[in-house]
């Protein structure tokens, strides 16, 4: 049985100052590839690199993993949290980058993170539409919208999908726009036609072959919540109601505890990634849209500014969830309450 992590934390442990100092500290393919890669030099008992597959114009996708790799006497649970699978939603891949520094630069002084790394594995996919990130496109390099390419409920026109793809291998059409009705993205012929979404799904199906895959978490910018399944128009299946109980749990904490709100969305989608990974491997799932509705990108670029701002804003959410990763892994109610650094979270904008 693996003990709950404690609830006191060191003062001198919660280096978030460390952590994304500069406004303008975005990241492009290159910048986070060099990054990540600095993670591997600088903590390699820490840090594996792996990469799950590559785009559509060949640039490679890669997982950072973060456990104490010296720690092995035990089975350890996972958890995966991705972003950037809309290339144009930039935070929601540094919301990825900034929390795995944060990880590694208080292992070993903050007691609550060292226990995570020592009984827990992190999976972070921080870039899953690289193409779309260095074209600042919702899209990849097929037109594709990635996010309505998993197998659950596809295709539907009622969930804002349509099944496109490349006309005659050469024509991109990302999307339908319907007035006075709705946007229709293109979410391509067939699930996991593209091979982002291929390369994602051969991850969750690894972790879920491991076992101990506690939760998964799929960022996006900018509609300021956190949303749980279902988002399809037609689930396959009802979820049970202490499922039901713990979405709720996470939702309200998240609420109650930062600036991010629990309103559902206000529209459907078919072929997510959440759904798909909580249809697959029945695990709470969560779409968190960080930043606040002012810096939508819909469909070309969002404004980014105050970088270091939002970043705080999402640590509590990853903490929260981190603390609790056995809970919700066995489906019970997620009460253990993060320890957070000063400053965290902060003030919301004015």
Request: with cysteine.
């Amino acid at each position: 049985m693996i003990r709950r992590p404690p609830r006191s934390t060191p003062s001198n442990s919660s280096a978030a100052s460390d952590v994304y100092k500069r406004q303008d500290e975005y990241h492009d393919y290159d910048s986070m590839v060099e990054k990540i890669n600095s993670f591997n030099q600088k903590y390699p008992s820490l840090v594996d690199l792996i990469r799950i597959g590559e785009s559509v114009s060949g640039r490679d996708i890669w997982c950072i993993e973060i456990t104490n790799e010296k720690n092995i006497s035990q089975s350890k649970f996972s958890c995966l949290i991705d972003g950037c699978i809309h290339g144009n939603e930039w935070e929601a891949g540094e919301s990825c980058l900034y929390l795995a520094e944060y990880l590694l630069i208080n292992f070993g002084s903050n007691m609550s993170i060292t226990h995570i790394l020592n009984t827990s594995i992190v999976y972070i996919v921080p870039l899953v539409n690289p193409d779309g990130r260095e074209d600042n496109t919702r899209w990849n390099s097929n037109g594709i919208d990635l996010n309505r390419n998993f197998d659950i409920d596809f295709g539907n026109l009622r969930g804002s999908s349509i099944r496109l793809g490349k006309l005659f291998g050469v024509v991109k059409i990302p999307y339908i726009r319907i007035p006075y009705y709705s946007v229709l993205y293109n979410c391509g012929r067939k699930p996991f036609s593209e091979p982002e979404t291929q390369a994602m799904k051969g991850l969750i199906e690894m972790l879920k072959k491991q076992g101990g895959f506690s939760f998964y978490v799929n960022c996006h910018t900018a509609v300021h919540n956190i949303i749980t399944p279902w988002d399809a128009v037609k689930p396959p299946f009802e979820m049970k109601t202490q499922e039901r109980k713990v979405f709720d749990a996470v939702k309200n904490w998240v609420a109650e505890n930062t600036e991010y709100e629990k309103t559902p969305l206000r529209y459907r989608a078919s072929g997510t990634a959440t759904d798909w990974c909580f249809k697959e491997c029945r695990i709470p799932c969560f779409t968190f849209e960080m930043l606040s509705r002012d810096y939508e990108p819909w469909i070309y670029a969002g404004k980014h500014d105050h970088l270091v701002h939002w970043m705080k804003t999402t640590l509590p959410v990853f903490m929260y969830l981190l603390v609790n990763i056995e809970n919700l892994h066995n489906w019970q109610m997620p009460t253990i309450q993060p320890c957070l650094p000063d400053g965290v979270p902060p003030a919301p904008l004015h």
